[in-house]
């Protein structure tokens, strides 16, 4: 896997921890598409996985229900970004410098994974209270939904057609840019009371 692989999964964790984590660790263990390193091989353990599926179900449900989303988004600042650490260290584990069994292992590519990862959440976290406050809780189940179809498709494409990612990657940033522009023009229309 390369780079484009790897900033692909790490963004699609800001927006979901767990579908890429799920995403790559199935692949790797029922196809020849993805073949992790051994010393990323925890991945597909069986009980990861389950482990893995178990919190989403739960974060699936807890992320549609207003307020309660707020509250998962702010547990989700320290998973996102640790999530995103892992998918881009193990897309890149081929090198050794990557792997972390390997005694010439370097943090930074869990450092930019993470990083990655908690610019998505950070842009996700902020707009929700705003659409949920001014659509009167409407929003939350919409965008939440939005964010977890858009991670599933980062992530699958990340690792099947990584120039496809990319693009996706872009829109979505420019997505994010259009909803904070609106929100920052409307604060500034608004009268001071």
């Known amino acids: 896997m390369d780079l484009i692989s790897s900033i692909g999964l790490s963004s699609a964790s800001g927006l979901n921890a767990y579908i890429p984590m799920l995403i790559l660790g199935l692949m790797d263990r029922y196809t020849s598409l993805v073949e992790l390193p ?4 925890w991945v597909s353990n069986g009980w ?5 599926a178990v919190l989403l179900v739960v974060e699936f449900f807890a992320d549609k229900i207003p307020v309660l989303d707020t509250v998962n988004d702010t547990v989700q600042s320290l998973v996102r970004p640790a999530s995103g650490g892992i998918v881009f260290s193990s897309a890149l584990a081929g090198d050794q410098m990557f792997n972390p069994n390997s005694a010439a292992f370097t943090w930074g590519p869990f450092i930019a994974g993470a990083v990655i990862a908690l610019a998505f959440h950070l842009a996700k976290m902020f707009t929700r209270p705003v659409a949920n406050a001014s659509t009167a809780g409407l929003a939350a189940p919409v965008m ?7 991670s599933f498709f980062l992530a699958f494409t990340a690792l099947l057609i990584p120039v496809l990612a990319l693009l996706a990657i872009l829109l979505v940033l420019a ?15 608004a009268p001071i009371s």
């Open 38 to 41: 051994a010393g990323w091989d």
């Open 48 to 52: 990861v996985l389950t482990g893995v």
């Open 144 to 150: 939440s939904a939005t964010g977890d179809v858009t």
């Open 175 to 189: 997505a994010f840019a259009y909803l904070i522009w609106r929100v920052l023009k409307r604060r500034k229309s």
